[in-house]
């Protein structure tokens, strides 16, 4: 599948946009990646088939820091601004007037819960959200404000052994837990069937 790429200028740099546009889209899907990974991780490709198929068009985002070789995430703030940037932006082009699910494996799950209300978002999916750091030493810090704080509908999909631990379902929060670690690597299929499940009541 060639995806049109689009570079797409933000207060901290150029950011990237994959797209696959659909024919008469129902609605969007737009994903960003993990802390040091990049758009090939295998549950992100699995979420965006299973939103071609169910009718949406889905865009992969590659944040700045990325975009200009850093492995690094740049700081939480400016990763919110850059992915928010993004966002309008296509949602002024070409994902003009159709509702939008956002969302993103790990780190780009966080971003997407923090700018949520900001996007507008009907619906968010997180890929191994990072509940907690693995402990080191101390009390590690819990994200869970993150996820609780998102007012539209929720989808967590957690690999059963991920070190990062697993959020519990809540009245908007939907958690499926498949085969596999905090990569999602094991069950590709069933990352993509949790995800198209979850679109099809989401977006009907």
């Not at 949520?116 to 869970?144: N, Y």
Request: with cysteine; proline share 8%; glycine share 10%.
């Amino acid at each position: 599948m060639n995806a049109e790429v689009v570079d797409i200028a933000t207060p901290h740099g150029l950011a990237r946009a994959h797209l696959d546009e659909v024919a008469r889209p129902r609605a969007a899907l737009v994903l960003g990646h993990g802390a040091g990974g990049g758009i090939a991780a295998p549950d992100l490709v699995a979420a965006r088939d299973a939103a071609l198929e169910c009718g949406l068009s889905a865009a992969l985002i590659e944040q700045p820091y990325r975009v200009a070789g850093r492995r690094a995430p740049a700081p939480a703030a400016q990763l919110d601004t850059a992915w928010t940037s993004v966002v309008q932006a296509l949602q002024g082009g070409v994902l003009a007037g159709l509702p939008l699910v956002v969302g993103g494996r790990s780190l780009g799950a966080r971003v997407a819960c923090r700018t949520s209300a900001a996007t507008g978002a009907t619906g968010v999916l997180c890929l191994a959200f990072p509940l907690q750091p693995p402990r080191r030493t101390g009390a590690p810090t819990s994200r869970l404000p993150e996820l609780e704080a998102v007012q539209a509908p929720v989808l967590v999909v957690q690999g059963a052994r991920d070190p990062f631990g697993i959020p519990l379902s809540g009245p908007a929060r939907k958690v499926v837990i498949v085969q596999g670690d905090h990569s999602l690597r094991t069950d590709r299929a069933a990352v993509a069937a949790a995800v198209r499940d979850w679109l099809t009541v989401l977006v009907p």
